[in-house]
């Protein structure tokens, strides 16, 4: 597996940097290519494999019954499509947990009804009007295994009827040594989740890390940082590329 990259270029803001991406590698190309473009040694060890989820899709009728559908991730909008092959009824609200996860939907031919507010998450989704007044209606929440109970929780003791898909699950992929000793050369580190970051923290137990730019997407993955003894973390605008990459430029040049 090739698994490092280096733009030979120099007079970049990012030359002589080596970026660790911790993302899966269908989802960290173009963020690849923008590091790449202005000068950085990427370092691709991705601390998240997705895999499907094997078990039984829910009968066309439970899904065309739902009031609302919330799509949690990217991810969980491609298994999904991968999963159920029939229309969905016009009469169900659609919903994205944020832009980039509105975008996926909108390329795999679904419509977006509710998008939420940056920063993605839970907690901006459920301050939407849309959230506020669900009682009786039904809800399915497509995500992958063992995901955050807060977004359902919520609309619970708000009165709504919670249904979990669970499309995909996250695995932490085997490395040989050579590989981890690449990922350990890393001046700056990029983790877009708590899962990766704890596979991260697991699978690199080296206490070098912690004192090395952390890059994150969310302050509930900041907070999870800390705890872990990470003491140079900067958190992004938005989960988009952009954001990340603007992120790292800013902070790589202070």
């Known amino acids: 597996m090739k698994f490092w990259l ?17 993302r899966p590698k269908e989802q960290a190309i173009a963020l690849t290519e923008m590091l790449l473009e202005k000068g950085a040694e990427i370092v691709l060890v991705p601390m998240i494999e997705i895999v499907p989820v094997i078990s ?9 019954d739902q009031d609302m559908i919330i799509f949690v991730s990217r991810n969980a909008v491609t298994h999904f499509k991968k999963r159920v092959m029939h229309k969905l009824s016009s009469g169900t609200k659609l919903v994205a947990i944020g832009s980039a996860t509105a975008r996926c939907m909108e390329e795999k031919g679904l419509r977006v009804d509710i998008t939420g507010a940056a920063p993605a998450g839970s907690e901006s989704l ?36 919670i249904q979990y898909l ?19 050369t890393a001046d700056i580190i990029i983790v877009t989740s708590v899962t990766g970051l704890e596979n991260l923290y697991e699978l690199i137990s080296d206490n070098i890390f912690k ?4 890059i994150v997407v969310s302050e509930r ?8 003894g990470f003491q140079h973390i900067a958190v992004t605008n938005d989960v988009s590329d952009t954001a990340i990459f603007d992120c790292v430029v800013e902070n790589r040049t202070r």
């Open 6 to 22: 280096k733009y030979m270029g120099t007079n970049f803001p990012l030359a002589g940097a080596t970026v660790l991406v911790t």
């Open 211 to 214: 004192h090395k730019l952390l």
């Open 56 to 64: 039984e899709t829910p009968d066309e009728k439970v899904i065309l």
């Open 166 to 184: 669970e499309v995909y699950k996250r695995c932490l992929p085997s490395y040989e040594a050579e590989e981890i000793t690449r990922a350990q």
């Open 221 to 228: 993955i900041k907070k999870v940082a800390i705890n872990l």
């Open 126 to 161: 459920l301050e939407f009007p849309e959230m506020l007044a669900v009682a009786g209606l039904k809800i399915m929440i497509v995500r992958g295994e063992t995901g955050r109970e807060l977004l359902a929780d919520t609309l619970k003791m708000r009165g709504a009827e």
